[in-house]
């Protein structure tokens, strides 16, 4: 049985097929790269809060979790998924980035005062 690729009709094939080198390029801003490092370091510590709350059962330990949630990654995420669809305009993205740090602000007065 003969291979029907034998020879030089595997390199034509992959030729045909494959194209050549192709370059990537991505760009990340200074302001993305800042916002993905605070998401991230508030994603920690939200998380840190949320085992304290675990294992103390101590309630303002979750809001403050919660509040930190609400100011560090949530924004982030909005700016991402809400800046990226066409249509909707900034004023709306600022608008609900707003609202999110107001009530994760709210959150933490809430843990250190009344919780």
């Known amino acids: 049985m003969s291979d029907p ?16 080198p192709t370059q990537i390029t991505v760009s990340v801003s200074p302001a993305m790269l800042a916002g993905s490092v605070t998401a ?21 330990m979750l809001f403050l979790g919660l509040g930190i949630f609400l100011v560090t990654v949530v924004p982030f995420l909005v700016t991402m998924v809400l800046g990226g669809v066409s249509g909707v305009s900034d004023a709306v993205v600022l608008l609900s980035w707003t609202v999110f740090e107001i009530v994760g602000l709210g959150s933490i007065l809430y843990a250190l005062t009344g919780a």
């Open 40 to 60: 991230a370091v508030g994603l920690f510590v939200a998380y840190q809060a949320y085992r304290g709350y675990r294992r103390n059962d101590s309630r303002p």
């Open 5 to 20: 690729f034998a020879g030089g009709a595997a390199a034509l094939l992959v030729a045909l097929v494959l194209p050549g």
